[in-house]
């Protein structure tokens, strides 16, 4: 039997790992809450409202899963620590549980971590599994996007392209219903929503067009399809990369990263020796791929007018994320590979093998299990 991971939230735990913890002292509460069933915008709102604040209040270093168990902290700006004994009752649809608070001097915003820890689930004949995860942690992780990245039926994706190309009408149907049945021009959904796909609807029930409900939705909303989108064309790129045996090999006129983030653009004279670092087994520098945007960050034009045509299949404008554009961003470039910050771990118990580690913010445990072989079940495919 081959390797699945268990469906089942028990089955995917994550634990964020934080790049400072408070230290006491300052006008944020930070509050460490373990969720269940839940969004971490949906805790954000239910937090903002707890603590009578706004949501642009509330601050955390990343998004953790929905249908999974996931432990982070959140900042609340003047949040007052006796107001949580509501949070519960306001997300009666999931779990929440506050394990601590504490307070410091500055908001948490996106990027405000180190890593996260998983632990998950495993069935079948794992026994060739070490050695699999062994041969990963040698060469690294390609560092790709999970189809959780992309919205349910890739509907993130397709708010992102429907919003950069000006069709804010699309756009707004496909928040409202991820699956694309519902079109602009039927008859409104009735119930509550949360979050940005609530703030939509409210807009449109009291007769705002669709870019009013866009703009109603939120920056985090824009942000969110905006980062879909980049996420797409990094991806492509790292397919292409990989698929010319690329992703541990530099050119002149690349640009490249250090193990500690720091970028660099790839000079001749020093071409053998960064490729030297790349290697398998060295993992001290690592070839990137853009997340377009305004960011200066760029490789040569050779190099840049080659990833543009690596992910013209995608879809995806590059000009939606210049200055002005519907999907305005700063961009960055990400790494095609990652090393695990923690190596991997196996157990097992009467029911389950359990595999734990360590990555880097920003990648997906999911791109790990399959990299090693194991199959995911239907609800984390996208």
């Known amino acids: 039997m081959s390797v699945q991971l268990l469906a089942g939230a028990k089955n995917f735990q994550v634990i964020e790992e934080p790049a400072y913890l408070p230290n006491g002292s300052g006008e944020h509460l930070y509050v460490d809450i373990e969720k269940e069933g839940l969004t971490t915008d949906q805790v954000a709102e239910a937090l903002a409202k707890?603590?009578?604040?706004?949501?642009?209040?509330?601050?955390?270093?990343?998004?953790?899963?929905?249908?999974?168990?996931?432990?982070?902290?959140?900042s609340v700006h003047f949040g007052d620590e006796a107001k949580l004994a509501t949070l519960a009752e306001r997300l009666p649809h999931g779990r929440v549980q506050v394990h601590g608070v504490s307070r410091h001097a500055n908001k948490l915003r996106i990027g405000h971590l180190a890593g996260n820890r998983f632990v998950l689930g495993l069935t079948g004949d794992t026994?060739?599994?070490?050695?699999?995860?062994?041969?990963?942690?040698?060469?690294?992780?390609?560092?790709?996007?999970?189809?959780?990245?992309?919205?349910?039926?890739?509907?993130?994706?397709?708010?992102?392209?429907?919003?950069?190309?000006?069709?804010?009408?699309?756009?707004?149907?496909?928040?409202?219903?991820?699956?694309?049945?519902?079109?602009?021009?039927?008859?409104?959904?009735?119930?509550?929503?949360?979050?940005?796909?609530?703030?939509?609807?409210?807009?449109?029930?009291?007769?705002?067009?669709?870019?009013?409900?866009?703009?109603?939705?939120?920056?985090?909303?824009?942000?969110?399809?905006?980062?879909?989108?980049?996420?797409?064309?990094?991806?492509?790129?790292?397919?292409?990369?990989?698929a010319g045996g690329l992703l541990h090999t530099f050119r002149v006129g690349d640009m490249g990263c250090t193990n500690r983030g720091a970028p660099f653009l790839v000079e001749a004279d020093a071409l053998d020796d960064t490729n030297r670092r790349a290697a398998a087994g060295v993992l001290d520098a690592f070839t990137t791929a853009p997340m377009p945007g305004t960011s200066r960050m760029k490789p040569s034009p050779e190099v840049d007018a080659q990833e543009r045509q690596w992910s013209a299949h995608t879809g995806v404008d590059w000009s939606w994320f210049a200055d002005g554009g519907a999907l305005e961003s700063p961009g960055e470039r990400r790494p095609l590979v990652v090393p695990f910050r923690a190596a991997p771990e196996l157990r097992s118990d009467e029911t389950t093998t359990w595999v734990s580690f360590t990555?880097?913010?920003?990648?997906?445990?999911?791109?790990?299990?399959?990299?090693?072989?194991?199959?995911?079940?239907?609800?984390?495919r996208g």
């Open 50 to 74: 707890a603590c009578g604040k706004k949501e642009r209040d509330v601050g955390y270093g990343g998004r953790k899963d929905r249908h999974a168990v996931t432990r982070q902290w959140f």
């Open 359 to 380: 990555l880097p913010s920003g990648s997906y445990a999911t791109a790990v299990l399959e990299q090693v072989g194991v199959a995911l079940p239907e609800d984390r």
């Open 127 to 242: 026994s060739g599994l070490a050695e699999k995860l062994a041969r990963l942690a040698h060469e690294g992780i390609r560092n790709r996007y999970g189809p959780q990245r992309f919205g349910i039926n890739g509907s993130t994706l397709e708010i992102a392209k429907a919003w950069g190309a000006g069709n804010a009408e699309a756009a707004v149907a496909r928040m409202i219903d991820p699956t694309g049945a519902w079109k602009w021009g039927d008859a409104l959904p009735s119930g509550y929503r949360h979050g940005p796909e609530g703030h939509a609807l409210g807009a449109l029930r009291r007769g705002d067009d669709a870019a009013k409900a866009l703009r109603v939705a939120g920056e985090p909303l824009r942000k969110l399809v905006a980062s879909a989108a980049q996420s797409a064309v990094f991806n492509a790129i790292l397919d292409a990369r990989e």
